[in-house]
């Protein structure tokens, strides 16, 4: 198993400029989600899917879109990069809620560092 | 509403010596507790969860951490610290059953270890 692999893992953008992060998991999760981490602040959740075609909207969602057109697949977007959006930024991905709180363990990716100049 | 709290930015701690980092949290029922560590330049990393039961928690690596529900503390300790133990810790609070079980996030502790 992969686990959750992130693609690209670094990445240069010029503001204005658009890209998608992409996030792939091969455990079979229904729950897949984004953050952002920043120096002194944690990781924040920017979006999450509790399933295939679902999405919601975390703590930090604006200036990015998600889609989870396939289980195993989170594309994270940002339309018009600005360089507030310089970070590192994680995918993470669980199992459904069960009981006993299992299912409440999320699983991390290497992260993506993206620079906005 | 829930937040997690580490007060500590960063400690420095003797290798063999012992450690204690504080995670103080806010929720409104019982929580669900987590920690993770991260190496830098890598994802994070499991290291320990309370969900119910014994609120002393061993995790991988040696950790340990106790819930102490009249404090809304769950500080993470180890008895002899290894300088492969040097990284950031995260202390996590999550809401299960509703919301796709998210976390919210402490500010991260960052722990150096002197040989």
């Known amino acids: 198993n992969a686990g959750v692999t992130q693609t690209p893992k670094f990445r240069v953008l010029k503001t204005g400029q658009s890209m998608t992060l992409l996030c792939a998991q091969d455990?079979?999760?229904?729950?897949m989600y984004w953050y952002r981490q920043d120096p002194g602040m944690g990781l924040r959740l920017i979006h999450y899917?509790?399933?295939?075609?679902?999405?919601a909207k975390g703590e930090v969602p604006d200036g990015y879109n998600v889609s989870r057109l396939k289980k195993q697949n989170f594309l994270l977007g940002l339309e018009s990069a600005a360089p507030s959006q310089t970070s590192v930024y994680f995918c993470?991905?669980?199992?459904?809620?069960?009981?006993?709180?299992?299912?409440?363990?999320?699983?991390f990716g290497p992260g993506t560092r993206l620079t906005v100049l | 509403a829930q937040s997690v709290t580490q007060p500590d930015i960063h400690i420095t701690v003797s290798e063999g010596a012992s450690l204690e980092l504080r995670c103080n949290y806010s929720?409104?029922?019982?929580?669900?507790l987590f920690w993770y560590v991260q190496s830098p330049g890598q994802g994070l990393q499991l290291l320990l969860k309370?969900?119910?039961?014994?609120?002393l928690v061993q995790g991988i690596k040696g950790f340990e951490a106790e819930f102490k529900r009249s404090q809304s503390s769950f500080n993470l300790r180890k008895p002899s610290v290894h300088w492969s133990d040097a990284a950031e810790y995260f202390c996590?609070?999550?809401?299960?059953?509703?919301?796709?079980?998210?976390?919210?996030f402490g500010q991260g502790t960052e722990l150096s270890v002197k040989p």
């Open positions: 993470a991905s669980s199992p459904p809620s069960g009981r006993a709180g299992e299912g409440s363990t999320q699983y």
């Open positions: 455990m079979n999760h229904e729950y």
């Open positions: 899917s509790v399933g295939e075609g679902t999405t």
């Open positions: 929720y409104g029922a019982t929580p669900y």
């Open positions: 309370y969900f119910s039961g014994d609120t």
């Open positions: 996590a609070v999550g809401a299960l059953f509703r919301q796709g079980g998210k976390l919210i």
